[in-house]
């Protein structure tokens, strides 16, 4: 885990990074620029990205055309000629590229695509998981999400697989997600609901849309308004914003009457709306928006970094 939290920011037409406290750490001089993962950070220089360490200095060289994936468990998916395969955060190539896609690891395992159909391997570069999927997400708490192959080409469910590519969830659902907080989202006869890890379903599906839970508290949106449910599905914040994120640090962005502002768990106005656009609270501080200005504010919503383009 990375210890200073660094947050990328736009200054005079440039991307730098500044600590939690607003101070510039690293200058700008990047055309794009993302937060830290594994100690390195993607950014783009011209048309190519690389990866830039704490001081600011470039640790891989911007060569690749198609944004790499950020670092995770040491390795980053990369393109080179077509291929995808993976790098570790020096730059040495791993795992040569030989797929036609590949996304992050995640429990010593990575999915990949060979042809039109998506498996998983392992840090060694083998296929653990044989090719069989339409689509396939990256594991979390021994579960993936995939989307089976049906021989209706227009019948494709989605359910949930362990790390020997069985089925902990049969795929029976038009969508699913990870679980947390021990619900997963899942989506039934164009609603969506809650299902818990036994596949029961907790809270019927009823909502138009629904998130994970995050703090106790799912997003959910009825209709045209977002609010929010606990985990018995009781609503418990009432469907009544415009827009919504969920929950981080205690804190989710909503927007009322075409301003973003944050609430607590129970619905409470922490920072009142004043914001033209509000994202997650990430390691302390959110980035807003203020006219197509991006600036930092912290749980108290003062501005560590003033918006400014």
Known sequence: MDRQHLYPVLYQGKYGYINKEGKLAIDPAFDQAFYFSNGRAKVRIGDKWGFIGKTGKLEIDAVYRTPPWDFSEGLASVETNGKYGYIDTMGKVVISPQFDMSYRFSEGLANIKVGSLWGYIDKKGTIVIEPQFLLSMWFEEGIAVVRSVYKDPFIHKWGLIDTTGSYFTKPVYQKTDYFYEGLATVKLND??????????????????????????????????????????????????????????????????????????????????????????????????????????????GKYVWIPQK
Do not use: C, H
């Open 191 to 300: 609603k969506w609901g809650f299902m818990d890890k036994s596949n029961k379903l907790r809270v019927k599906p009823r909502f138009d849309i629904a998130y994970a839970f995050s703090d106790g508290r799912a997003l959910v949106k009825m209709d045209t308004s977002y609010g929010f449910i606990d985990s018995a599905g009781n609503m418990v914040i009432p469907v009544q914003f415009e827009f919504a994120t969920s929950f981080a640090d205690g804190l989710a962005a909503v927007k009322t009457k075409g301003k973003f502002g944050y609430i607590d768990t129970e619905g409470k106005f922490i920072i009142k709306p004043r914001y033209s656009y509000a994202y997650k609270f990430k390691d302390g501080l959110a980035r807003v928006e203020m006219n197509e200005y991006e600036g930092y504010i912290n749980p108290e």
